[in-house]
């Protein structure tokens, strides 16, 4: 059964850091790329990061640039957002798909998403 499972969301202040983990289990992570997507309260889910396999190029919303680093483990199934000097703007539920490359639209097998909360 594929299945991707994120964890890590939580409160943190601005300017605050939290680490967002995807698990995978029930296929080879190897051979997908995996993005994080986010969705704040009456806004559409937006792209947030990807990374590809084989050659593990990246890409990151423009507003995220600099702050937040998209990582992969193969070997523990594991992709890891670091999310860093966050902002109120950054609060939403994260979810993180699977999709044959990152600039292709056929993204799924969504996890049920991780909230974060950006607030004082």
């Known amino acids: 059964q594929v299945q991707l499972v994120e964890s890590g969301g939580g409160l943190v202040q601005p300017g605050g850091s939290l680490r967002l983990s995807c698990a995978a289990s029930?296929?080879?992570?190897?051979?997908?790329?995996i993005g994080w997507f986010r969705q704040a309260p009456g806004k559409e889910r937006e792209g947030v990061s990807c990374i590809n396999s084989g050659d593990y190029s990246t890409i990151y919303l423009d507003s995220v640039k600099g702050r937040f680093t998209i990582s992969r483990d193969n070997a523990k199934n594991t992709v890891v957002l670091q999310m860093n000097s966050l902002k109120p703007e950054d609060t939403g539920v994260y979810y993180c798909?699977?999709?044959?490359?990152?600039?292709?639209?056929?993204?799924?097998?969504w996890g049920q998403g991780t909230q974060v909360t950006v607030s004082s």
């Open positions: 029930g296929f080879t992570l190897d051979y997908y790329a």
């Open positions: 798909a699977r999709s044959s490359n990152c600039r292709v639209p056929d993204f799924g097998s």
